[in-house]
């Protein structure tokens, strides 16, 4: 919605820079169809995506047991990185240091690296506050329906039994450990995701948003080619945090619901606003280079530190040497195949 406000707010529009639309390949009938084919692909692809890890009882071979789900995981880990790294902080500096923007203050201070690192900082904020809320609450007892979801009924068997034979005594305790272990890293699980969603929502509306903006034809049909390998891949990171995070299926159909529609529903939006948004009038420069240096900030933050550090550190990698190995070739691939679509989008 501050999208749209600040866009419907500011109508101005540079001369020189209206010009640069002018070419052959701005065709506002033809990119229409483009835009409609999209709207589809992209929408089944999110779909497919974020829907393949969380059908693993279906497919045993994708189970979070399995390695190929460590692997698929860290792939799609090197997908989000790239995407942060390569599409979008770049296109935050391309916008933030147009030439369609006046030389102070917007060229004369970095604004995309400094929303990046403070967009960082805050998510590291967000991700810790929350998990410590989260554990706190546990602790206390005053969420015991956490410990229902996802087959971890023993958990809350295992806490009711120790408050009825005094659980605070020094004998029974390393039995609680193993089960108070589990729930934290159940309880980091449930934060990540969450905190991955957001961020996601947020960019996926904004590049949406400019391709149902768009009239270049020239642009659109790589666009889409890249927009589906993304949203693909970027798909099964999310579904995998989902799927570890054991939440209900009713919040699961919610979170697959909004991953899958927020890039279609950003590009309907853009055709809806194709006759009034000027993708390079400043206001439209500054809102949607300032959105996409944030969210450039909370990806890199996510790919880094919750999915790809979180594995790598983990116990399951650092014993196995060999799939520490594999895991860091499907990092190199995913964050190289989103290098390679930067060439097109």
């Known amino acids: 919605m501050m999208i749209i406000i600040f866009i419907t707010l500011f109508q101005y529009v540079a001369a020189d820079c209206e010009a640069e639309s002018t070419d052959s390949c701005h065709n506002k009938h033809k990119a229409l169809p483009l835009k409609i084919i999209a709207i589809f692909s992209i929408l089944v692809t999110s779909m497919i995506g974020i829907s393949l890890p969380l059908m693993t009882r279906s497919i045993p071979v994708l ?96 806490e009711a039994s120790s408050n009825i034979n005094g659980g605070h005594s020094h004998g029974h305790h390393h039995h609680h450990h193993p089960q108070d272990q589990e729930h934290s890293q159940l309880l980091r699980y449930r934060v990540v995701a969450m905190v991955l969603e957001l961020g996601i929502v947020v960019h996926s509306v904004v590049i949406g948003l400019s391709l149902g903006a768009s009239n270049n034809t020239c642009t659109i049909k790589g666009l889409v080619a890249a ?94 040497l060999k799939l520490q190995i594999k895991s860091y070739v499907a990092v190199f691939l995913g964050a190289g195949g989103m290098s390679l679509m930067a060439k097109w989008a």
């Open 227 to 320: 927009l589906c390998f993304h949203q693909m891949f970027e798909g099964m990171g999310l579904g995998g945090c989902i799927l570890q995070a054991e939440y209900k299926t009713l919040k699961k159909v919610i979170m697959v619901f909004f991953f899958s529609v927020t890039t279609p529903f950003g590009i309907a939006i853009g055709i809806a606003m194709s006759t009034t948004y000027k993708e390079n009038s400043p206001s439209a420069l500054i809102t949607v280079g300032l959105l996409n240096a944030s969210s450039a900030g909370l990806l890199i933050y996510m790919a880094l530190v919750d999915l790809l550090a979180a594995d790598f550190m983990g116990p399951r990698l650092q014993n196995n």
């Open 63 to 158: 189970s979070p047991e399995n390695d190929l789900f460590i692997i698929v995981k860290c792939f799609a880990g090197g997908i989000i990185l790239g995407t942060g790294f390569m599409h979008v902080l770049p296109d935050s500096f391309d916008m933030l240091w147009s030439d369609c923007l006046e030389k102070k203050p917007w060229h004369e201070f970095s604004f995309s690296g400094f929303v990046a690192m403070f967009s960082a900082i805050i998510t590291l904020m967000v991700d810790s506050m929350a998990t410590s809320f989260y554990s706190k609450k546990f602790k206390s007892g005053v969420t015991p329906e956490l410990a229902i979801n996802g087959g971890t009924h023993q958990i809350e068997m295992v």
